[in-house]
């Protein structure tokens, strides 16, 4: 199918996913639910709950639609409720995935991190609303735009993300993984589709693990065995095995020279590009959102660099130097006195080095189905250049294996 033909599909395709599932909820019951738990509070839904590609954006992203109720006072709340197409995981993988953002969102709600409430929620389907759903705060401010930011909007909001740092990193964890009960900090497998198998349709999450090269290794091993079941990376399967096979052998002294890690773990958002940053017109941080997938990393992981700030050219290209906007970070956490990113501590050395291999490391799940064909050849290039970076004594006989088979 051409781009001709696949838009007008995909867009046909949408529209029928979100129109069957706004006809699975049943609103009546959604508000009633919603004025009870304010005391009777009356409430009602503004919202044309009709799809519109004019306004898809403010009502749902690429994973959740939501419905926001409106009170009599003047508060507004969300119902986020699971969206469901052919790129959906499981029920019980999503269903996971959903107690796990409860249980991060409860947790943070503890902390000085500005989230979103929760107010109840509902995963079990049938259920008097019709769908599983989690209602919660709806925040003030809109999604930060980045490129839009002046350098001094810029650096407005990478002080207040220095002490968003400094905040999650007075709250450690023994492990590495996800909250996964709401109402317990207890920490279980990772709640991540990249991460998660089936064997037998049995669930099998990766995780927890009280090291981080334990995660990385068990993480790069699950890769290699989809490879060889024909599973990720079908038309590319001795470059991709390759590949991860050099990262596989590469994890100990990676982690080795992990100066910073202190043996405890600290929660991290996993989708930082920056529209989970909500912020009002002064550029005054007023909410993260999108806490699904939040898992814990060590020290380095926890607190590199943002996705959002990241010079992704030069990422792409290789290059290791810190981004002009991950300096206005580096100096923020410079004045507030602390030192926990080994990328920003410093503008070169080993340690740099090896946080930006890390990075790789940790991204190695998004193209994991190998749909991505666009982002296999910087990608590559990438990892290669990193094997330059690592001196490792075979590499050149392994890149000189991977190009034979472009």
């Not at 599909?9 to 129109?19: L, M, N, V």
């Not at 068990?218 to 001795?238: N, T, W």
């Not at 920056?274 to 898992?295: K, P, R």
């Amino acid at each position: 199918m051409g781009e001709a033909e696949y838009d007008p599909a995909a867009r046909k395709a949408e529209q029928d996913e979100i129109t069957k599932l706004i006809d699975k909820i049943n609103i009546p019951a959604l508000i009633s639910r919603a004025s009870a738990l304010r005391g009777g509070l009356t409430c009602s839904i503004l919202q044309d709950l009709r799809y519109d590609r004019s306004t898809r954006s403010s009502v749902m992203g690429g994973m959740n639609y939501h419905i926001e109720i409106s009170f009599d006072d003047g508060i507004s709340w969300l119902a986020r409720v699971r969206r469901s197409n052919a790129t959906s995981p499981p029920a019980e993988l999503r269903d996971y995935i959903l107690r796990s953002e409860v249980s991060t969102l409860h947790f943070l709600g503890e902390t000085q991190v500005p989230v979103p409430k929760v107010f109840d929620f509902n995963f079990c389907e049938p259920n008097p609303i019709g769908v599983g759903y989690i209602l919660m705060e709806k925040l003030p401010g809109s999604s930060l735009r980045w490129s839009l930011a002046t350098p001094e909007q810029r650096k407005k909001v990478a002080s207040q993300l220095a002490d968003i740092y400094i905040e999650l990193k007075a709250h450690p964890f023994a492990m590495t993984g996800s909250m996964h009960h709401p109402g317990s900090y207890d920490l279980g497998p990772f709640a991540r589709e990249s991460l998660t198998d089936f064997h037998d349709s049995q669930m099998k999450a990766l995780g927890p693990f009280f090291s981080i090269e334990l995660y990385f290794s068990a993480h790069i091993r699950l890769i290699l065995d989809l490879i060889v079941r024909q599973e990720s990376y079908v038309d590319r399967a001795v470059d991709a095995f390759l590949i991860h096979r050099f990262l596989l052998d590469k994890v100990p002294e990676a982690c080795s020279q992990r100066l910073l890690d202190d043996g405890k773990f600290y929660l991290k958002h996993a989708d930082e590009k920056g529209d989970q940053i909500l912020v009002d017109e002064e550029f005054n941080i007023t909410g993260i959102i999108d806490w699904e997938w939040a898992y814990t990393d060590s020290k380095s992981g926890a607190f590199n660099s943002p996705i959002v700030l990241l010079p992704v050219a030069d990422f792409y290209a290789g290059k290791t130097s810190i981004g002009e906007d991950e300096t206005f970070l580096q100096s923020a956490l410079k004045q507030k006195g602390i030192r926990i990113s080994e990328r920003l501590s410093g503008m070169a050395g080993s340690s740099t080095d090896f946080d930006f291999a890390a990075v790789t490391t940790s991204q190695i799940g998004r193209d994991s189905l190998g749909s991505l064909p666009d982002f296999w050849e910087p990608w590559a290039s990438l990892v290669i250049s990193i094997g330059r970076l690592g001196r490792q004594k075979h590499w050149n006989t392994t890149k000189m294996i991977i190009n034979s088979n472009k």
